[in-house]
């Protein structure tokens, strides 16, 4: 069954470092999402990016993030100078493009540590 | 603004008990509902989602879950647990509009330990 991939597992980084996490949506679909959790809160929204442009995003999605998929198979997130609440899991999702109550299909997640 | 509460946080439950955890949302319009599971060191996958039609929607692994529209709620079931269903569970809400683009809102998610 085809998946959602995500590398790497585990970043660690420095406070004011850029991190680039990197996805592999399922190859037909055509809507991706990144979303973050902190440990101990909710799994939160960050983006959504459809046909080659940012679709919806939230509060948290400032000017230190950024996503693209620059070569059709990749979707990336950007974070240009992290912070330490920068801390969290971060998942990517993707879905087809059938109907709004499609199913998102979501990666195993990065980890990523500032410190 | 949209949001999701799940009633319990920590649920812990012997083989073969029964399990409901509670989902409420705030949205008043149409809505589409998804339970998700974490498995230990796995990543999200879908138990079940209602979008349209019979309210009492069933899912994978003999999860169910109900939706009551007049109570804004979408609690998930299973009539006996096992020690595999141990995972954290997590309640989200799809609220389509003419600008929706498919994201979901979580819940904090409920800790579910079955004890063998």
Redesign the interface.
């Known amino acids: 069954e085809p998946e959602v991939t995500q590398t790497p597992s585990h970043q660690v980084t420095q406070m004011g470092q850029e991190v680039i996490l990197r996805c592999v949506p399922i190859s037909n679909h055509l809507y991706f999402y990144w979303y973050r959790q902190i440990l101990g809160q909710k799994v939160e929204f960050l983006v959504s990016f459809y046909n080659n442009e940012i679709s919806e995003k939230s509060e948290i999605f400032d000017d230190q993030f950024s996503v693209e998929r620059p070569d059709g198979s990749n979707f990336t997130l950007k974070i240009r100078s992290t912070k330490l609440e920068d801390s969290a899991m971060y998942f990517c999702a993707s879905r087809e493009e059938r109907g709004r109550a499609d199913t998102q299909y979501f990666g195993p997640g990065t980890r990523l540590t500032v410190l | 603004a949209q949001s999701v509460s799940q009633h319990n946080h920590h649920v812990i439950l012997s083989e073969a008990a029964s399990l409901e955890l509670g989902c409420n949302y705030s949205y008043g319009g149409t809505v589409?509902l998804?339970w998700?599971v974490q498995y230990p060191g796995?990543?999200?996958?879908?138990l079940l989602?209602y979008?349209?039609g019979d309210p009492l929607v069933k899912g994978i692994k003999g999860f169910e879950a109900e939706f009551i529209k007049s109570k804004f709620s979408f609690n998930l079931r299973k009539p006996s647990v096992q020690w595999s269903d141990t995972a954290e569970y997590?309640c989200?809400v799809?609220a389509?509009g003419s600008?929706?683009?498919?994201?979901?809102?979580?819940?904090?998610?409920t800790t579910l330990q079955v004890k063998p």
Request: overall charge positive; aromatic content about 20%.
């Open positions: 589409n998804f998700y796995q990543h999200l996958q879908l989602k979008f349209s997590f989200a799809n389509p600008s929706n683009t498919g994201k979901l809102i979580f819940g904090q998610g």
